[in-house]
Structure formats: structure tokens, C-alpha cells
């Protein structure tokens, strides 16, 4: 080892391995008590003295201040000062990614997380009283008394264990102090990666003594401090959505992956000098649910990620996960970024990319600008159809409910026969450029399904249901009701078994051949979260693991083989590991004040996003630009709308203006990506209207909404803005163009509107515009090299 890689600090010898871990020390003995005002006054100094250090040695030397700083805060200023001056408690060992520090402590029973900093920003990304990083359920397969296990007490051996390579360490519990637990074990590995900032963690459980098994692990699960005024949240609820200052109220987001209300696998904290990206990499998109929660009192966010096992309570069973710490510079979008890289590197659904796109996916759905919804009888819908496409002058798709003869939410899955006429309104209205597609259902099967007879749910689809731990199906009732008032009684059939598989594939193929639209929606897929399944019949792992979404993936493999290659697939919402076998998302539940579009800047190109829901109130004219704005800068296909809005002149207007930019625009959503969204600085105020989503839901946003379009391989960029108020606003927009290529001193920008482009004129870079936006409308300026 070279010599400079060794220093003597306190009189003990002091080895830095590496750019990662650093190894023990042996922790010195200082005279006397020294006041908490002297450690202060040290912990002054130290920090000038990283300051003057270049990055590398700072980094490596920032867990003093960090470890001196915590030991301070737990009434301990002589272990501070010892600390301070570079010796190390023999207990420590310190983890160092880059700007990331983590300090974890062999403690008593267990391992825990002493600390986790951020040297670049000088911030603690972990509260002074962590989580435990882990927390293991087992139950017992006869009894089913359950027994937790966490990394911070109950074990014989605890041990951190330093490897070879000094960018890898290793923790492991053994021998656990309940007997009845013998042989379990509990080991962390963790990978430091210097140049991102990134812990990469890989925990496995296993060994688990008969009769007791494995049920759930929480891990990861950090508590994250106040990160100042301006501390902000991100949680993939939906699009994504932010929430500011969420330490100081009560603030709960939970949900289960993957479903539409928790569509992706990381959360993120961050102020405007970094924060910390956490993130769950799995690649088979397992069920888990993801939290989020404050406690005001003491001034933290905690996060965690509680993942049922699979094959739950089975002795013999293990579990494996890998979850991912960073240091986030920046915010949302690029927290939203790196877990883009994850998923085109390693996600198993993230489909094949050429340069047109999804070229699975039939032109005419990518290069969609919008969308009707309606239904029932032909006779009473088709004329509304005709005008809605006649007045928009573009190719138009209709989301078509009701064209069964039984009623909506009852009697499923037998969709057949269709309303009379059914399949020759499709021949005539696909004719003149509107597109069909059909709704069914791909859960759920009716208990009573034939009117109220129970038909063939108990002879034929019962043992397909999902289970619960009793072997009870998964019923669930929705608004519809039978005959005689009671609810529809809604059995969730289980996506593994070759009954239900069969069911949906054929009937999605019926209307394509016997009725000849051109697309099927197959409702919620994508939106209802996984139910954990103990039917051990059905062929799968019983309660968590990845054999829900590997059902759907089979069941969708086979209906997109047999499929015609013109025609199309959707579903609901946006759960995201169905993306490669899905040819768009309904999006309609983008409804929430706060949201970003952190699933477009993920999968934007990759998946067409269609549609929100369009509610009424006494703000619904502002509440359609608003939803249909950002639906441009998001780079979903507008609308999802009743066809009825043509007869609203401002409003149809408005609307048929942004369709037809989208148009034109089109090739920036199917064959590009999402770009950072614009900055606009200048006094843009916000609006504010009821979006009606339950009931009276507020949403407010700016005025002027902004997005950002990149086609790498164009080597293009397009910078996209909607005015949804009644008056022109004024601002200067400022972009860095560097990051997308151009890096020229020069570049060429022209405006875009729903006519097509104007004429190029050439404009400094890095951006710096001032603009007008005229009210209630849309432009996009786009970018190319000189």
C-alpha cells in the first residue's frame, strides 16, 4: 500500500482504503472533558479545513465533521473531539461514495445507521435517530404467531466485514438471540460508487428454521431531517407529485406497487443544495408498498419500502432485494432521470426503442393527437363522433364503453353479444379517420353473471380467483348494483392461471376479428395493485414476490402474437412494469395539485399517455385549459373528452388549437424523450380552478405551462408553452442547452404553432429569451444545430 494512503492523527494510525470504505481504527483515549462549546469551536475549524481540501480529500475526511457533529447532539463532546481530530470510535466504519458519507456502528445486538451526509452540500440526509436499516417478519406455518427481527438488536453476531475491494462492504447478522430462530440469516452488501454518489445495495434473508418462514422485510427504511424552508418531497403517486415542507404536517403517502397510484419505485428529498434519491431497483417490478410519512414533532420524513416475500410463510423460503441510495443534485426530474437509466439498463419491461420509437406500436396510435370518450347505441353516438373529428380536422381515436348489451360493471366477462349495429358503426366511422377502441375489463369476473344468477362463476371461474391466507376469493364492489339494489359482487381473478389468461386473449381477439376496431382497452392492468394470492393451485408463488406482473406479461404476449399488426392494446393508468407489452396508458387520473411529470420524463417515447378526466363545477372552462395545457407540456395525447365540447366555442377553441400543435409536434412523443422543463423567470402568476376528480378537488399551477422534447438522434429540441389564462404574459425563459448536445455558441431556433413551423433565426446559447404568450393558447419554439 502506498504510503500516502496511511496518516497518524491523535497518535493512532488512521487507513484510508480506497475511495470507498474506510477501515477501522483504534479508538484513543483523551484526557479530561472537553465543554460542548470547545468541540463547537473545533468543529469550526474542521469545516474550514475541509474547505480548503480538493474534493477528493474532502470527501474522505467529511465523516469526522458528520460523526463529531452527531456524538456532539447525543451529549457526548469527548467521543466529539476524539472524532474531530480523525479518530475513529473502533465500533465505525465509514462508507464513502463520493459526496455521500454513511457511518453505520457495530452496537450491542445489532448493526445501525449511525449517519448519512452529503459533504459537497454539508447536510445530514439521515434524523439523529435512524431507522433500523432493516426489519424482518417471520411467521410460523402451524400457529401463525409472528416474530420481527431488525438490524439493530436480537443477534449474537453483528459484524461489518470490510472486502477486497475497497469499494464493497459487507454486514451480516448471524445467530439470532431468539432460539427459535436459529440459523437465520441477514446479509447486506453494499457497493460504493464514488463517481455518482451511490450506495448500491443488495440484502438477502435466508435460512429460516422450520416450522417459521419468511413473511415480509421492510428494507429499505431511512428517516430523512428537515432539509430547511425549502425541503421538498417527491413520491410517485400517478405522474409523480411534490409536496414542500411536508416535516412540518401531517403528511402520509402509501401505497402498493405497482398500481396507478404507485407507478414507480423510488422517492426522493431535496432542497435546492441536493437531497437523496432512494430507490428500489428491481427489475421484475415485485409487489411491494412503498411509504412515506412525517413526523412533525421531530421534524423528519421517514421512508421505507415493506415488501411481502414470496412464497409467504412457506418454510424454506428467502428473500432478495436491491435498493439504491444517491446523492440527488437537482430535483425531481433528476431523480426521475437516474431511475430512467436504471430502467432502460436492467427493468424487464422496458421495451425495444428504434428510431421511430415503439415500432411495435401501429403508427397511427403513436402519431395520435386525441381522444373522444363516450359510448352505448351507434345510432345516438356515431353523429357526435363525425362532428367532434370534423371540427378537429385530425385523425381522432373514441374510447368506446357500453357497446354490450349488458351493463356497465355486471355480467363480467360476458361482453357478447354487441348493440345491433355495433360492428358496422366501426366499419363506417374508422372510414373517415376515427379510430375504436373498445372497453373491457381485465380483472374481474361477476359472482352473479347473469343477471342475478350465478352463471358460471362458481363452476367455472372460482377456482381462478385470487385467495386470501383462508382461501376466500378477492370480492370487490364498485357503484354498479343488480336488480334488486344489492351491489355487483366483483371476484379479481388471479393473472397466473391459463383459465383467465384464455378468457381475456380471446375476447380482445373477438372484436378485433369479428368487429374490427382498431384497439382494445383492457381495464385495469395497470391500475389495481397486485392482491397477494395463497391459492396454491393457480401454479404460482403464494401472497408477494413477481408472478403477478410475469401473469399479465404471459397473458399479454400472447394476445399481442396473435393480434393484427395494425391494431392496438391500452390499459388503465400507469403501474409501469406492463409498458413493453402495452401500446398506450390511460392517464386519466393526472389529477393531483403538485404533480410533476416524472413518469413521462421516464417513459416518455416508450409508451403513448393518453387522456384525463374531465370534470365539471363552476371553474370547469379554466380546469379544461389547465388539464389539456398540461397535457401538451407532458407529452400525453389530449383529451379523453366528450365529443359534446365542439359545441362550446372558447373552450373548442382552445382545445383544437393544442391538438393540432400536438400534431405537429407529434414525432417529439413517440420518437424522443422529455427534456428538463423550462424556467420561466418574470412575475407569471398562478390559477387556481376545482378539477372535480372527487368531489371539489383545487389544483393550482402557473399560468404558463412549459415543457421540454428531445430527439437525440435529430439532434432536436423542442421547447413547448401553454397559456391557459385570459391574458398574454410576459416572461424571459432561460435553458441550458448543453446537456442536449448543443454546444455551439449559436444555434437555430423557430417558432412552432398548430399551422407547422415558421422561419429559423439564430439566437445565443445558453438560452435567454424574453417572450409574450397570448392568452388561452399554445406555441412551442423548437431548437436544432446551426
Known amino acids: 500500500m502506498r504510503p500516502s494512503s496511511w496518516s497518524l492523527v491523535a497518535g493512532t494510525l488512521t487507513l484510508l482504503v480506497g475511495v470507498g470504505l474506510v477501515a477501522e481504527w483504534v479508538w484513543g483515549a483523551e484526557p479530561g472533558a472537553p465543554s460542548a462549546e470547545a468541540v463547537k469551536a473545533r468543529l469550526t475549524e474542521l ?21 463529531a457533529t452527531r456524538l456532539l447532539g447525543e451529549g457526548r463532546p469527548a467521543e466529539a473531539l476524539q472524532v474531530a481530530r ?14 455521500l458519507t454513511g457511518i453505520v456502528e457495530q452496537a450491542g445486538q445489532g448493526i445501525r445507521l449511525v449517519g448519512l451526509y452529503d459533504s459537497a452540500a454539508e447536510q445530514a440526509l439521515s434524523a439523529s435517530t435512524p431507522l433500523p436499516l432493516f426489519l424482518v417478519t417471520l ?7 409472528e416474530l420481527k427481527v431488525s438490524a439493530e438488536a436480537g443477534w449474537k453476531q453483528a459484524v461489518v466485514q470490510a472486502s477486497q475491494d475497497p469499494a464493497r462492504a459487507e454486514l451480516r447478522w448471524r445467530e439470532p438471540l431468539e432460539s427459535q430462530l436459529a440459523g437465520l440469516e441477514v446479509t447486506a452488501t453494499v457497493d460504493l460508487d464514488a463517481q455518482t454518489g451511490q450506495f448500491d445495495w443488495t440484502l ?12 415480509r422485510v421492510v428494507f429499505p427504511q431511512l428517516a ?39 407507478t414507480m419505485q423510488f422517492l426522493a ?32 420524513v421517514t421512508l421505507r419500502f415493506d415488501q411481502p416475500v414470496a412464497d409467504m410463510g412457506v418454510p424454506g423460503n428467502r428473500f432478495q432485494t436491491r435498493s439504491v441510495w444517491r446523492v440527488l443534485r437537482g430535483d425531481w426530474f433528476d431523480a426521475a432521470v437516474i431511475y430512467r437509466q436504471w430502467v432502460r439498463r436492467e427493468a424487464r419491461w422496458f421495451p425495444k426503442l428504434g428510431a421511430d420509437g415503439r415500432e411495435d406500436t401501429p403508427l397511427w396510435t403513436r402519431q395520435l393527437a386525441v381522444w373522444a370518450l363516450g359510448g352505448g347505441p351507434p345510432a345516438g353516438f356515431l353523429p357526435q363522433l363525425k362532428e367532434f373529428a370534423g371540427y378537429l380536422g385530425t385523425p381522432v381515436a373514441v374510447h368506446w364503453y357500453n357497446w354490450h348489451q349488458i351493463p356497465f360493471d355486471n355480467d363480467y366477462p360476458h361482453y357478447f353479444p354487441t348493440h345491433p349495429g355495433f360492428a358496422e358503426a366501426v366499419q363506417q366511422i374508422q ?46 364492489t364498485y357503484g354498479s348494483k343488480e336488480k334488486d339494489g344489492s351491489p355487483v359482487r366483483l371476484g379479481v381473478m388471479c393473472p397466473a392461471t391459463a383459465l383467465w389468461q384464455n378468457k381475456v386473449r380471446d375476447t380482445v381477439l373477438r372484436l378485433f376479428t369479428e368487429c374490427g376496431v382498431k384497439g382494445v382497452y383492457i381495464d385495469q392492468v395497470a391500475a389495481a395493485a397486485p392482491t397477494l394470492c395463497f391459492d396454491r393451485t393457480h401454479g404460482h408463488p403464494v401472497g408477494g414476490g413477481h408472478w403477478w406482473t410475469e401473469g399479465y406479461w404471459k397473458m399479454l404476449e400472447a394476445i399481442r402474437k396473435q393480434k393484427p399488426a395494425d391494431c392496438m392494446i391500452t390499459t388503465e393508468c400507469n403501474g409501469e412494469p406492463y409498458i413493453h407489452l402495452f401500446d398506450g396508458y390511460l392517464t386519466w387520473h393526472w389529477q393531483y395539485d403538485g404533480q410533476v411529470p416524472a413518469f413521462p420524463a421516464v417513459y416518455g417515447g416508450a409508451v403513448q399517455m ?10 370547469r372552462d379554466l380546469a379544461l385549459r389547465m388539464r389539456a395545457g398540461q397535457q401538451l407540456v407532458f407529452g400525453e395525447q389530449l383529451g379523453w373528452i366528450n365529443p359534446g365540447v365542439v359545441k362550446e366555442k372558447g373552450n373548442a377553441e382552445f382545445f383544437r388549437q393544442l391538438v393540432r400543435l400536438r400534431r405537429v409536434l407529434s414525432r417529439y412523443f413517440y420518437a424522443g424523450e422529455m427534456a428538463r422543463p423550462p424556467r420561466l423567470v418574470g412575475q407569471i402568476p398562478t390559477v387556481k380552478a376545482d378539477w372535480q376528480w372527487h368531489g371539489v378537488d383545487w389544483v393550482t399551477t402557473e399560468a404558463v405551462l412549459g415543457g421540454a422534447w428531445h430527439q437525440p438522434a435529430a439532434r432536436k429540441l423542442v421547447l413547448v408553452f401553454v397559456n391557459v389564462s385570459d391574458a398574454p404574459l410576459s416572461a424571459t425563459v432561460e435553458y441550458e442547452l448543453s446537456p442536449y448536445g448543443f454546444v455551439q455558441k449559436e444555434v437555430r431556433l423557430r417558432q412552432v404553432t398548430e399551422a407547422g413551423p415558421g422561419s429559423e433565426h439564430a439566437i445565443q446559447n445558453p438560452l435567454r429569451r424574453a417572450a409574450t404568450f397570448p392568452a388561452r393558447s399554445g406555441v412551442a419554439w423548437e431548437i436544432t444545430p446551426p
Open 204 to 215: 438477502r434473508v435466508e435460512n429460516a428454521p422450520a416450522p417459521w418462514a419468511l413473511w
Open 224 to 262: 430523512v431531517p428537515k432539509l430547511g424552508a425549502e425541503g421538498r418531497l417527491f413520491f410517485p403517486k400517478a405522474a409523480g407529485e411534490v409536496q414542500a415542507g411536508v416535516w412540518d404536517w401531517a403528511f402520509r403517502f402509501s401505497g402498493t406497487y405497482p398500481s396507478g397510484w404507485t
Open 610 to 619: 393518453f387522456g384525463r378526466s374531465y370534470g365539471g363545477g363552476p371553474t
Open 431 to 476: 372510414s373517415e379517420g376515427v379510430f375504436v377502441m373498445p372497453y373491457i375489463n381485465g380483472r374481474l369476473w361477476d359472482t352473479r353473471d347473469k343477471g342475478m344468477e350465478d352463471y358460471q362463476f362458481r363452476t367455472v371461474a372460482r377456482p381462478s380467483v385470487t385467495k386470501n391466507e383462508k382461501l376466500e376469493p378477492y370480492v370487490e
Open 86 to 99: 480523525g479518530v475513529k470510535p473502533s465500533a465505525w466504519t465509514v462508507l464513502v461514495a463520493g459526496d
Open 47 to 67: 469545516r474550514a479545513e475541509l474547505a480548503r481540501l480538493d474534493a477528493a480529500q474532502r470527501q474522505r475526511q467529511a465523516w469526522r465533521l458528520w460523526g
Open 269 to 300: 428529498a431535496y432542497n435546492a443544495k441536493g437531497g437523496l434519491y432512494v430507490g428500489v431497483h428491481d427489475p421484475w417490478g415485485s409487489t411491494k408498498d412503498l411509504v412515506a410519512e412525517s413526523r412533525p414533532a421531530e421534524k423528519l
Open 139 to 145: 411467521r410460523h406455518a402451524q400457529n401463525r404467531q
